[in-house]
Structure formats: structure tokens, C-alpha cells
Antibody, heavy 118, light 108 residues
Framework: EVKLVESGGGLVQPGRSLKLSCAAS????????MGWVRQAPGKGLEWIGE????????NYTPSLKDKFTISRDNAQNTLYLQMSKLGSEDTAIYYC???????????WGQGVMVTVSS | DIRMTQSPASLSASLGETVNIECLAS??????LAWYQQKPGKSPQLLIY???SLQNGVPSRFSGSGSGTQYSLKINSLQSEDVATYFC??????????FGAGTKLELK
């Protein structure tokens, strides 16, 4: 069974940094693109970015490129999202997701809440 | 960025009814379109990819169609478990891959 479990969320002060993790199991992590999508409370989905199998290609939504960094550790079957200079607009549920090819996401984690507030 | 305009924003339908949700892209996306279902408090689930390919395990009452800039998701014989918000997503031109704003489907 494919399982994606996000962690690392919580309450963080404006201007601070936070690193999310996504532990993958039940599939060959090395063979999949991985990505992050977020959803502000009561809002729609926002594509953050994606990383290919060997980390040689990482794509970001332009507005977040200077704040967020996606990485992965294939030995640990883990995806990461490093977030910096956080503001209230970054308050959202953050989902990690997998895809065989770049594009649509076929499996999603349950999401982790990040709240940016003083 | 490619803009994805979904309609309607919300709809109410009866059990057994057929429902159609539309997604209009701001430019040709060459059928690089996915549909997701998100039930309240849950993560999105892939229903359709490449505009008309049904994801494994998704009931056959769901179908997708369209080309160019116009796409639609059809739900035949609506069931109670289909109450959810539905999102389209283009993946032809990035970054970013953009989502529609969502269509909230409720039972009448």
C-alpha cells in the first residue's frame, strides 16, 4: 500500500523557517517524481513544486522559488520542503504527492498544517 | 501562467442524476489535464488523467473528455459518496502546474 506521511508542521512565527518531511513507503520511491501542493484554509490547491528521481530537476512555482527548497533523500525514502521567510500567506495544509511522470499526482499524503502567526 | 477556469463553482444534484463540471484553460493544454476529488477533511484523490484516462480503482461512473482548451468531468448516476469538491489541473505548461478553483458538489 502506498503511504505518504507528512510531518514537521505546526505554529511558526512570521519571518522564521520550517522544514517539512514526507516519509514514503509501499512503492519504489527512487522511481517517482515527488512534489508539494498546499491549500490555504477554505481555499483551492496551489502547486508548489516537484523534484525528479535523482534530484537533477527541481521545478518551483515562480512566486515561491526564493522562499522554498525541495529536496529528497532516496536512501531514507523521504521528501523535504524547506520553507524560509514565512508569512501569514503561507498558512496552509501542505501535501506531499507522488507522480510516475511529471504532471499529475497519483498519490497524496494526508497533509500537515502550517500556521504562521505571532 | 495558464489560468484554469472551473464552472460551476458549486452545484446541487440529486442521487442518480448525471453531473457535468467544466474546466476552461486560457490556452491549449493538449489534453494534459487531470481531475481530482477532495472529500471534506481529506486529501485530494486522482480521478482522471490525460483528460480521459480513468485512474485505477476509480468507479466507471466517472469520465473525462475534452481537448484544446475545454474539458469536462462527468459523473453518471450520482452517489452519496460523490459529495466532494472537484479540481482540475493542467500539466502542459509549467512552472507552475495550475489548478482550477474547484467545484463543490452537494446533494439536493
Amino acid at each position: 500500500e502506498v503511504k505518504l506521511v507528512e510531518s514537521g508542521g505546526g505554529l511558526v512565527q512570521p519571518g522564521r523557517s520550517l522544514k517539512l518531511s514526507c516519509a514514503a513507503s509501499g512503492f519504489s520511491f527512487n522511481d517517482y517524481w515527488m512534489g508539494w501542493v498546499r491549500q490555504a484554509p477554505g481555499k483551492g490547491l496551489e502547486w508548489i513544486g516537484e523534484i525528479n528521481q535523482d534530484s537533477s530537476t527541481i521545478n518551483y512555482t515562480p512566486s515561491l522559488k526564493d522562499k522554498f527548497t525541495i529536496s529528497r533523500d532516496n536512501a531514507q525514502n523521504t521528501l523535504y520542503l524547506q520553507m524560509s521567510k514565512l508569512g501569514s500567506e503561507d498558512t496552509a495544509i501542505y501535501y506531499c504527492a507522488s507522480t510516475v511522470v511529471t504532471g499529475y499526482f497519483d498519490y497524496w499524503g494526508q497533509g500537515v498544517m502550517v500556521t504562521v502567526s505571532s | 501562467d495558464i489560468r484554469m477556469t472551473q464552472s460551476p463553482a458549486s452545484l446541487s444534484a440529486s442521487l442518480g442524476e448525471t453531473v457535468n463540471i467544466e474546466c476552461l484553460a486560457s490556452e491549449d493544454i493538449y489534453s494534459d489535464l487531470a481531475w481530482y476529488q477532495q472529500k471534506p477533511g481529506k486529501s485530494p484523490q486522482l480521478l482522471i488523467y490525460n483528460a480521459n484516462s480513468l485512474q485505477n480503482g476509480v468507479p466507471s461512473r466517472f469520465s473525462g473528455s475534452g481537448s484544446g482548451t475545454q474539458y469536462s468531468l462527468k459523473i453518471n448516476s450520482l452517489q452519496s459518496e460523490d459529495v466532494a469538491t472537484y479540481f482540475c489541473q493542467q500539466y502542459n505548461n509549467y512552472p507552475p502546474y495550475t489548478f482550477g478553483a474547484g467545484t463543490k458538489l452537494e446533494l439536493k
